[in-house]
């Protein structure tokens, strides 16, 4: 059974920065693409970044674009995510999810949380002065 935890989360202030970790075990990495998603309270769940099974390919939403970025190391069974510039409005639980390694993470996939099948427990970030 693929089980996911995040770790890295906090409050940090307007401007700052956090990075997120997403450990795997019960399989290999290698094998999966991955999904940042995050839910803010009051709000539904929307997906924040994809990395796909090599890490060749990302995307992000566009309320992230150039501020957040993912990253992968297989070797460790780690994701990261990068997140600069937190504002306001990025306050949320952060959560990561294991799907396919057909995921291509494209304009087209890996942007919704339908596309994956293993989730984590979920991290909070809180942006506030």
């Known amino acids: 059974q693929l089980q996911l935890v995040e770790f890295g989360g906090g409050w940090v202030q307007p401007g700052g920065s956090l990075r997120l970790s997403c450990v795997i075990s019960?399989?290999?990495?290698?094998?999966?693409?991955i999904g940042w998603f995050r839910q803010a309270p009051g709000k539904g769940r929307e997906g924040v970044s994809c990395?796909?099974?090599?890490?060749?390919?990302?995307t992000y939403a566009d309320f992230v674009k150039g501020r957040f970025t993912a990253s992968r190391d297989n070797a460790k069974n780690t994701v990261y995510l990068q997140l600069n510039s937190l504002k306001p409005e990025d306050t949320a639980i952060y959560y990561c999810?294991?799907?396919?390694?057909?995921?291509?993470?494209?304009?087209?996939?890996?942007?919704?949380?339908?596309?994956?099948?293993?989730w984590g427990q979920g991290v909070q970030v809180t942006v506030s002065s």
């Open positions: 019960g399989s290999t990495l290698a094998g999966y693409a």
């Open positions: 999810a294991a799907g396919s390694s057909r995921i291509g993470c494209t304009a087209y996939e890996g942007n919704y949380d339908w596309e994956y099948d293993y």
């Open positions: 990395i796909s099974r090599t890490g060749a390919s990302t």
